[in-house]
T-cell receptor, first 110, second 112 residues
Framework: GEDVEQSLFLSVREGDSSVINCTYT??????LYWYKQEPGAGLQLLTY?????DMKQDQRLTVLLNKKDKHLSLRIADTQTGDSAIYFC??????????FGTGTRLQVFP | EAEVAQSPRYKITEKSQAVAFWCDPI?????LYWYRQILGQGPELLVQ????????DSQLPKDRFSAERLKGVDSTLKIQPAELGDSAMYLC??????????FGPGTRLTVT
């Protein structure tokens, strides 16, 4: 079945690294995504990783994929207050339909 | 930078009334999606268009919801009649190739 799970909340101090975790169930997913949603706004595509990759780095963002455990993580280095938002993990299984997790609310405090 | 446009940004309507949302995708994007996001949850797909054709509307409550993309460019999502449970954020997204979806700012619907 299609199910993407995330922890609901993460709180970090400004300047520290944040790690947001996600587990998915459909091993046929070809792409896995991280989206950011600020209050009252739409979703911003942060990054995505192809299923044959283990890691992808883009400036302060590092995505790690463990296909064996169906585990995806997003690491944000040097977390800033502007990073406070809800982060959604998403997959595209063979249905070609984007399936989102419930989102992780990241709160950054000074 | 090109963006997906949506209007209105906010809509308050009474139950049993009709309501419509508009979306203008990024120019050249053939695929357009409408999602519904209930507060505290991730978005769920309502309907997907490829050009002017519906590809997937399996989750669209067709007794009250309709969607069209007549010329394969902009799109309208309609609810008639609106119910209290329809209160949510309605998001439009577009994609050039299917695996990158770009979202608009959304329309926040409140049904009273």
């Amino acid at each position: 079945g299609e199910d993407v799970e995330q922890s609901l909340f993460l709180s970090v101090r400004e300047g520290d690294s944040s790690v947001i975790n996600c587990t998915y169930t459909d091993s046929s997913s070809t792409y896995l995504y991280w989206y950011k949603q600020e209050p009252g706004a739409g979703l911003q595509l942060l990054t995505y990783i192809f299923s044959n990759m283990d890691m992808k780095q883009d400036q302060r963002l590092t995505v790690l994929l463990n296909k064996k455990d169906k585990h995806l993580s997003l690491r944000i280095a040097d977390t800033q207050t502007g990073d406070s938002a809800i982060y959604f993990c998403a997959e595209i299984p063979n249905t070609d339909k984007l399936i989102f997790g419930t989102g992780t609310r990241l709160q950054v405090f000074p | 930078e090109a963006e997906v446009a949506q209007s209105p940004r906010y809509k308050i309507t009474e139950k049993s009334q009709a309501v419509a949302f508009w979306c203008d995708p990024i120019s050249g994007h053939a695929t357009l999606y409408w999602y519904r996001q209930i507060l505290g949850q991730g978005p769920e797909l309502l309907v997907q268009f490829q050009d002017e054709s519906v590809v997937d509307d399996s989750q669209l409550p067709k007794d009250r919801f309709s969607a069209e993309r007549l010329k394969g460019v902009d799109s309208t999502l309609k609810i008639q009649p609106a119910e209290l449970g329809d209160s949510a954020m309605y998001l439009c997204a577009s994609s050039p190739m299917g695996y990158e979806q770009y979202f608009g700012p959304g329309t926040r619907l409140t049904v009273t």
